[in-house]
């Protein structure tokens, strides 16, 4: 069974174009590997630039397994470059009944 994620990445000042590359090659590195199911992926972005991501993992194992897959560990080193997780309640939409976002093709 799969399980939803959403995850919240604030670019760091000039690695706001770093980010969404990296953001626009995660899902598609993680379905390569097995860990991500095909379902869906949204990508949006706050007022204040911060990028929202939702994505299906595969199941509880292959997220432990991501923690030991050298493409994903590559992956996430990027993601460290470019930006800072943060909370998803740190974004000033979520004190909204429906917050909304602008949404990101790639």
């Known amino acids: 069974m799969g399980q939803f994620t959403i995850a919240v990445y604030r670019p760091k ?3 706001e174009a770093d980010l969404m590359q990296v953001v ?3 899902v598609p590195i993680l379905r390569n590997e ?5 379902r869906v992926a949204h990508v949006m972005k706050a007022k204040d630039g911060t990028i929202v991501e939702v994505f299906e993992w595969a199941s509880t194992d292959a997220i ?3 923690h030991k ?3 994903v560990l590559v992956l996430w ?9 943060i909370k998803l309640d740190d974004l000033a939409e979520t004190k909204a009944m429906f917050p909304g976002f602008e949404p990101i093709d790639f």
């Open 64 to 66: 432990a397994a991501a």
């Open 24 to 26: 626009k090659e995660h």
């Open 77 to 85: 080193e990027r993601f460290g470059q470019a930006c800072e997780l």
């Open 13 to 15: 000042p000039g690695k």
């Open 69 to 71: 897959n050298p493409s």
């Open 34 to 38: 097995g860990l991500a199911t095909d």
